[in-house]
């Protein structure tokens, strides 16, 4: 599973969910993908597209794209907005 960092900070609040968000950051199978600069090309360039000014889900979006992944989330509309075919795991 792949866990963009900036996500990790928009989530890192302290309280009951901090902790199962650690427990899940803790698992083998997670690893963080970092925005280099061809992909901060094509998150710029699908923030053109789609409109959103929250640039951390457009990453997310182009990044489950480009490796075929579903995105757990708690706020799938932002997400739609971004792509609406892209599939979702709401929790």
Do not use: N, Y
């Amino acid at each position: 599973m792949h866990v963009v960092c900036e996500v990790v900070a928009q989530g890192w609040r302290g309280g009951p969910r901090g902790a199962v968000l650690a427990r899940f950051l803790d698992l083998p199978e997670v690893v963080f993908p970092m925005m280099d600069v061809a992909m901060a090309k094509v998150v710029g360039e699908l923030c053109a597209r789609s409109g959103p000014s929250d640039v951390v889900d457009v990453h997310v979006v182009a990044d489950a794209r480009l490796k075929g992944h579903h995105v757990v989330t708690s706020d799938p509309d932002d997400l739609r907005r971004v792509d609406p075919t892209l599939g979702l795991i709401v929790v």
